[in-house]
């Protein structure tokens, strides 16, 4: 069966900081991989998808980007935080694009102090 | 764009009660209808979806229902219990190049 992870669970981190969250998929092969933003327990924003290693789509512009440098790999990245940026971060995998459900991890949450 | 409306963002209920979770969408062209369900501090999962050649489809004590033509659909829990209480989120998707778009989620809670 075909499992996701995310890590940290949580972080805190002072403005300013770099960052990186890390998810990997388990049990299948090739991904449609996403990147959401959850504020305030609430509503989904698409950040970041990927088709295929280093195809990167981004929804919405800001601080952040996305990489996928293996298959089943897709991290998280900000060179400096800003307070912002806090939030309830979730990875989420598809077998592909378009009309597939979408299978979540548990999230990180990142403080920025 | 697609545009998935959800309603109502708060919902109170006794347990054992009926509950009714309703979404519209804009974009004719979506097919493909998920419903998550979201507890504290964890991701959302998936609990039940329908296709648009589906009117119905049921899994124990939830259901979801899709009116292609008003472009509405609408998710009913029966005999909830406290462990139902948690943020419900539904979803829209057509085929192709498309992502899900949510609605901004639904908090139900249910009181013993």
């Known amino acids: 069966s075909q499992t996701i992870h995310q890590w940290p669970a949580t972080l805190v981190q002072p403005v300013g900081s770099p ?4 998810c ?8 449609n ?21 280093g195809q990167i789509s981004s929804e919405v512009p800001q601080n952040l980007s996305a990489s996928r440098p293996q298959d089943r790999q897709f991290i998280l990245s900000s060179k400096k935080l800003l307070l912002s940026d806090s939030g309830f971060y979730l990875c989420a995998w598809s077998v592909r694009l378009g009309n597939q459900p979408q299978h979540f991890g548990d999230g990180t949450r990142l403080s920025i102090l | 764009g697609e ?3 959800q ?3 708060t919902l109170s209920v006794q347990e054992g009660d009926s509950a009714v979770i309703k979404c519209t969408y804009s974009d004719s062209a979506s097919n493909y209808f998920p419903w998550y369900k979201q507890e ?3 991701g959302p999962q998936l609990i039940i ?13 939830i259901a979801v229902t899709l009116n292609k033509t008003a472009k509405h659909f609408s998710l009913h829990i029966t005999e909830t219990q406290p462990e ?29």
């Open chain 2, 49 to 61: 979806d329908i296709r648009s050649n589906v009117g119905e489809k049921k899994d124990q004590r």
């Open chain 2, 84 to 112: 139902d209480s948690a943020v419900y989120f539904c979803a829209a998707s057509m085929s192709g190049y498309s992502t899900l778009t949510f609605g901004k989620g639904t908090m139900l809670l249910v009181s013993p």
């Open chain 2, 40 to 42: 504290l501090g964890k």
């Open chain 2, 7 to 9: 309603h109502p963002s």
């Open chain 2, 3 to 5: 545009n998935v409306e």
């Open chain 1, 19 to 22: 960052l990186s969250l890390e």
């Open chain 1, 24 to 31: 990997t998929v388990e049990g299948t092969s090739n991904p």
């Open chain 1, 33 to 53: 991989l996403y990147w959401y933003r959850q504020a305030a327990g609430r509503g989904l924003q698409l950040l970041f998808y990927s088709v295929g290693i």
